[in-house]
């Protein structure tokens, strides 16, 4: 049987466009403040995965809502189960869009809007291959279950509940990260790091009152803020400053309080070189001030082990593997308010040979002198490898290279999807090498050709997996 899988594709390209619409019009990003008993991350979340779900009611397929914080779209028989896992909330939309984060905009072949790339377009790809092979009635001999978070970006809470509470499928795939296959995620662990010892208020002729950068621990910082006190004419060598470095800002002044804000650029923190991490900037500026002794403190350790050390060179903690790659150590949060412990955020991600235990000890020893404390976060990982001769992997890689004409071959990230939740888990697309990596980012987009590409990698993927 010869199926043209671009053109059952292409013949669902208007309800494809509209479906996704209807998802990147809501804000689907995580909203602790106004969390209920029916919204337990918020209304975006709860609404994006009703919305998805609404769309497999809709088309006749079997659904579940897991108490709004996870769900499926189920079709097929079997005994063994292929899992598609993707994820309806979205990172903050944040500054620097040229169009509304929340609507779908089609601009010179590209699909922009909060979510396209990352992770709503590929999950609207994904159902209609899951789509075309149902319409098409061929048969299979899995089911096939396409299981949705809503907790990705942060705690994974949704497919936490979802682990819980049902039975998880046998083998599956992830559309969250890249082309052709990505069957290595590096551990991640975000690292909080008080200094307790420089929470004792200080006065001296340049006082530091707050420093404040970071969305989430995701993120790269695009925006890092600070206010002075005791400021008399900083103009000159922030403009200096500017003209030095890549990055913009602005000093306003109200009487003796000036507040100084810098402007980098967002980066998803698996790649921090893609960024401009405007804290680690603001803090070298800050550095040369005469500052009372803890705010002096903070924002020279900041300058001293994290501006441009995003492999955790100056924390004594670079490693790499020659099939996982890295370490990187990407600075995310920072919080700097007088007269209370303050911190930083960093986000790391590590290849198989160190540990995260390791990592922390190193990092104690570097940071001794400030006596920190350091605390993991609960939602931590290991690192996570299929082999390429598993089935699963070369199916996909087969699937790859039949829909492109292009070579596959296996690859590590330091992104952690839903692909490692499985034993025999991967990540597969939606993002292909030629196209710019754009997730996270301000005006975040997927080229529609690459959405239309994907549907029909997928459907062919789903067919040769589960047939």
């Known amino acids: 049987m010869t199926i043209d899988w671009e053109k059952e594709v292409k ?7 509209a479906d996704l619409a209807e998802l990147i019009a809501i804000d689907s990003s995580r909203d602790d403040e106004h969390k209920t008993a029916t919204a337990p991350l918020g209304e975006g979340p709860r609404d994006a995965l009703r919305k998805v779900l609404s769309f497999g009611e809709r088309d006749g397929f079997t659904t579940k809502n897991i108490d709004n914080l996870a769900g499926r779209i189920e079709y097929g028989d079997g005994a063994e189960a292929l899992g598609i896992f993707a994820h309806m909330d979205v990172v903050p939309a944040g500054d620097g869009w040229d169009t509304e984060p929340f609507k779908l905009t089609e601009q010179d072949g590209k699909l922009i809007g909060r979510g396209t790339s990352d992770d709503k377009g590929p999950s609207i790809a994904a159902y209609y291959g899951l789509k075309i092979v149902r319409d098409l009635g061929l048969p299979l001999s899995k089911k096939v279950q396409l299981i949705f978070g809503t907790d990705e970006e942060s705690d994974w809470t949704g ?6 509470t049902q039975k998880m499928p046998d083998f599956g795939f992830s559309p969250d990260a890249e082309f052709p296959i990505i069957n290595g995620e590096k551990g991640i662990t975000d690292l909080t790091i008080k200094f307790p010892t420089l929470a004792q208020s200080t006065t001296a002729a340049l006082n530091l009152q707050s420093f404040e950068a970071g969305l989430r621990s995701n993120m790269v910082p695009q925006k890092a803020t600070a206010v002075v006190t005791g400021a008399t004419e900083l103009n000159t060598a922030f403009d200096a400053f500017l003209a030095a470095n890549p990055v913009t800002g602005q000093i306003t002044q109200n009487d003796d309080q000036t507040t100084i804000t810098v402007l980098g650029k967002v980066a998803h923190s698996m790649a921090p070189e893609d960024g401009i991490n405007a804290a680690t900037y603001l803090a070298t500026f800050l550095a040369d001030l005469n500052l009372d002794q803890a705010g002096k403190a903070y924002v020279t350790v900041i300058k001293d082990y994290f501006h441009q050390a995003d492999r955790g060179q100056h924390l004594n903690i670079a490693h790499t593997d020659e099939i996982m790659g890295d370490l990187t150590a990407s600075p995310d949060l920072f919080h700097y308010q007088v007269g209370q412990v303050p ?24 940071l001794a002198e400030y006596q920190v404390e350091i605390t993991a976060s609960a939602h931590s990982m290991t690192p996570h490898y299929v082999a390429p001769d598993d089935p699963l992997v070369a199916t996909l890689l087969s699937v790859f290279e039949a829909r492109t004409g292009q070579p596959g071959h296996q690859a590590v990230v330091g992104g952690g999807t839903y692909g490692r939740l499985l034993k025999r888990g991967v990540a597969f697309g939606a993002l292909f090498d030629e196209t710019k990596n754009v997730m996270h980012q301000a005006n975040e987009y997927t080229l529609k050709a690459d959405f239309l590409k994907a549907a029909a990698i997928y459907a062919q993927a789903i067919f040769e997996l589960a047939k």
């Open 343 to 366: 911190d930083i955020l960093l986000n790391v991600r590590y290849p198989k040979g160190i540990d995260a235990a390791t990592i922390t000890k190193n990092i104690q020893q570097t």
């Open 11 to 17: 013949q669902r390209e208007p309800e494809m466009l």
């Open 159 to 164: 497919l936490n509940r979802y682990q819980e």
